[in-house]
């Protein structure tokens, strides 16, 4: 055997090797619905960074909480009005079915997940909670899941150990009534001073943030960056939210090849 063919066959035995640690990926196989998610939805569940920001969002409510509540001086007790879904509980084994399955959102396949009442609570959600509990403050859950799911998302939140959750301290949206929280905001401030808002969508803050053009509501956000660590206390969201309707014109009826090109067409390269 002469020294070239030794080297070929040694080539083919490498290549051989190296390709028999991948899955063959059919060029014929269509994509999911729902591809775009697959990254998003592993750095949410499996990324050691994803856990590291929640903690470090915590930890600086925390110190932001103990500062609001120095400088108090209001005869209104005080609040934390609090998101729940990718704020307190971790929902992202919906978005997995999502994947898996080729379904889309709706009232029905979302209903499906949260009445198993089984999402299980954020890094250092709970433990801040708590210290808020601990220092006198009260907790209000304003999330934009529908009245009909208040037994769930109760039974939910208390199999998790998170306070003050009662009907009195979970708001809900009714059937017929669109996203905004402004209302429900405001019937906690007519009684509380509210000292954090705590969410993963900046309509979590304020409705100022659904109406985003073709800026993406960054001047908005810019205008307003000293409230951010300090009065809003935001956690990372990559799997879905208004930030994505903004990306397709506010139009999230779209066809799905639509909204994909437009989801590269949005992309600043090089």
């Known amino acids: 055997m002469n020294r070239n063919y030794k080297l070929l066959l040694l080539l083919i035995i490498i290549v051989s090797s190296f390709n028999s640690g991948f ?4 060029s014929n196989e269509e994509l999911s619905t729902n591809e775009h998610l697959v990254l998003a939805t592993a750095w949410y569940q499996k990324s050691a960074e994803m856990r590291a920001c929640y903690y470090q969002a915590y930890q600086l409510a925390k110190i932001k909480l103990d500062d609001h509540l120095a400088k108090h001086a209001g005869n209104k007790p005080t609040a934390v009005i609090f998101d729940i879904d990718e704020t307190l509980l971790d929902n992202s084994p919906f978005e997995v079915h999502l994947i898996k399955t080729g379904e889309v959102y709706t009232k ?3 209903n499906e997940w949260t009445q198993k009442a089984e999402a299980k609570a954020l890094p250092g959600a709970l433990e801040f909670t708590q210290y808020v509990q601990s220092r006198g403050v009260e907790l209000f859950y304003i999330s934009n899941r529908k009245i009909n799911e208040m037994e ?3 039974n939910n939140l208390k199999a998790e150990n998170f ?3 009662d009907s009195i301290h ?3 949206r009714s059937l017929n009534q669109n996203s905004d929280k402004t209302g429900r905001r405001n019937q906690v401030l007519h009684s509380f001073d509210v000292l954090l808002y705590v969410g993963d969508n900046l309509t979590d803050f304020s409705e100022d943030f659904a109406h985003r053009g073709t800026d993406l509501g960054f001047p908005l956000v810019d205008s307003l960056y000293k409230q951010f660590g300090d009065k809003y206390i935001i956690l990372p969201n990559p799997m879905y939210g208004e930030w994505e309707n903004a990306l397709y014109g506010n139009d999230f009826g779209l066809s799905e090849p639509k909204k994909r090109a437009l989801r590269k067409d949005v992309l600043l390269g090089y």
């Open 170 to 172: 979970l708001l809900l």
């Open 108 to 110: 029905d396949t979302w």
């Open 163 to 165: 306070p003050f959750a």
């Open 152 to 154: 769930n998302t109760l």
């Open 23 to 26: 899955t063959q990926v059919n």
